[in-house]
């Protein structure tokens, strides 16, 4: 039974999350969830709580054992980007980019 949990438009650079996400992949959950604890990127505290909603979201689909779950997949898509501009020298202005992610994560039991 898989379980599966989605978090749209974070203000994360999808590049710089894909380091975090690449850690816990294929990993138990507490396992998973030990390892962002301790991680100090900032994506690691937002990657934690949509890893918690997707265990909550298998227990309340009925999950016979919640400690067998692992991380099955864990993706992060490129999202819409922001753009801003900022005043610069001789009357210029210079383009900021903020950009967005779409991270999705699907746990399911170990067999």
């Given at each position: 039974?898989?379980a599966k949990?989605?978090?749209?438009?974070?203000?994360?650079?999808?590049?710089?999350?894909?380091?975090?996400?690449?850690?816990?992949?294929?990993?138990?959950?507490?396992?998973?969830?030990?390892?962002?604890?301790?991680?100090?990127?900032?994506?690691?505290?937002?990657?934690?709580?949509?890893?918690?909603?997707?265990?909550?979201?298998?227990?309340?689909?009925?999950?016979?054992?919640?400690?067998?779950?692992?991380?099955?997949?864990?993706?992060?898509?490129?999202?819409?980007?922001?753009?801003?501009?900022?005043?610069?020298?001789?009357?210029?202005a210079t383009?900021?980019?903020?950009?967005?992610?779409?991270?999705?994560?699907?746990?399911?039991?170990?067999?």
């Amino acid at each position: 039974m898989e379980a599966k949990a989605t978090l749209k438009s974070a203000r994360l650079s999808p590049q710089k999350t894909r380091l975090v996400v690449d850690m816990i992949r294929g990993r138990g959950v507490q396992d998973a969830l030990n390892i962002l604890k301790f991680s100090p990127k900032r994506s690691a505290a937002i990657v934690s709580k949509l890893v918690s909603s997707a265990v909550a979201n298998a227990e309340q689909k009925g999950v016979s054992d919640v400690d067998r779950l692992f991380v099955k997949t864990i993706s992060v898509d490129q999202g819409p980007v922001l753009k801003r501009f900022m005043p610069r020298a001789q009357g210029r202005a210079t383009r900021i980019r903020k950009p967005t992610a779409h991270i999705t994560v699907v746990l399911d039991e170990k067999s």
